[in-house]
T-cell receptor
Framework: SAVISQKPSRDICQRGTSLTIQCQVDSQVTMMFWYRQQPGQSLTLIATANQGSEATYESGFVIDKFPISRPNLTFSTLTVSNMSPEDSSIYLC???????????FGSGTRLTVV | GDSVTQMEGPVTLSEEAFLTINCTYTATGYPSLFWYVQYPGEGLQLLLKATKADDKGSNKGFEATYRKETTSFHLEKGSVQVSDSAVYFCALGPSNTGKLIFGQGTTLQVKP
């Protein structure tokens, strides 16, 4: 299965600023997903990023707040913009070859907004 | 819409006890089912999966059987260890979207 390198692993940011999270995959993948895990909660899908097209956002998430880039088949970034303390969460990227094969997750970015 | 429901935690067991974590789902079509584990301070790891009814997924002593008639995918282990302490997530992969839908997670604490 694919290996994902996600960074930064953690950060503490001031409110009103932005943070860009990177995910690098060791093989070419079609689908990449970005999730948010709020403290003590489950994972919620933010958006699906496919190379060569605009990301598809889930209900409750908008591009202005969470812009995503997918310049090639091995790399993606998620930016958390104009942060507030409510954005404090773990953000994870994930790749998969389809639901029959399972999905691989990055190690996550622990974001604290102060 | 599709959804996953897990038993509430935390579940606290003594070492070598039998573990069951219940998971039920609601879905149209024929989804794949997964169990993921999150150890403290780490990301998610795929523990096991099943892609069709009556399939049994197994890994590291954990098992789960895809039961279409009861829409369940309960996780079991015969003898837990302290190192199994983690958060366990049941997830559903609808066949036509490529996305995963997660349950709320169940925290397992195993005491020596």
């Amino acid at each position: 299965s694919a290996v994902i390198s996600q960074k930064p692993s953690r950060d503490i940011c001031q409110r009103g600023t932005s943070l860009t999270i990177q995910c690098q995959v060791d093989s070419q993948v079609t689908m990449m997903f970005w999730y948010r895990q709020q403290p003590g909660q489950s994972l919620t899908l933010i958006a699906t990023a496919n190379q060569g097209s605009e990301a598809t956002y889930e209900s409750g998430f908008v591009i202005d707040k969470f812009p995503i880039s997918r310049p090639n088949l091995t790399f993606s970034t998620l930016t958390v913009s104009n942060m507030s303390p409510e954005d404090s969460s773990i953000y994870l990227c994930s790749v998969g070859a389809g639901t029959d094969h399972g999905y691989t997750f990055g190690s996550g970015t622990r974001l604290t907004v102060v | 819409g599709d959804s996953v429901t897990q038993m509430e935690g935390p579940v606290t067991l003594s070492e070598e006890a039998f573990l069951t974590i219940n998971c039920t789902y609601t879905a149209t079509g024929y989804p794949s089912l997964f169990w993921y584990v999150q150890y403290p301070g780490e990301g998610l790891q795929l523990l096991l999966k099943a892609t069709k009814a009556d399939d049994k997924g197994s890994n590291k002593g954990f098992e789960a059987t895809y039961r279409k008639e009861t829409t369940s995918f309960h996780l079991e282990k015969g003898s837990v260890q302290v190192s199994d302490s983690a958060v366990y997530f049941c997830a559903l992969g609808p066949s036509n979207t490529g996305k995963l839908i997660f349950g709320q997670g169940t925290t397992l604490q195993v005491k020596p």
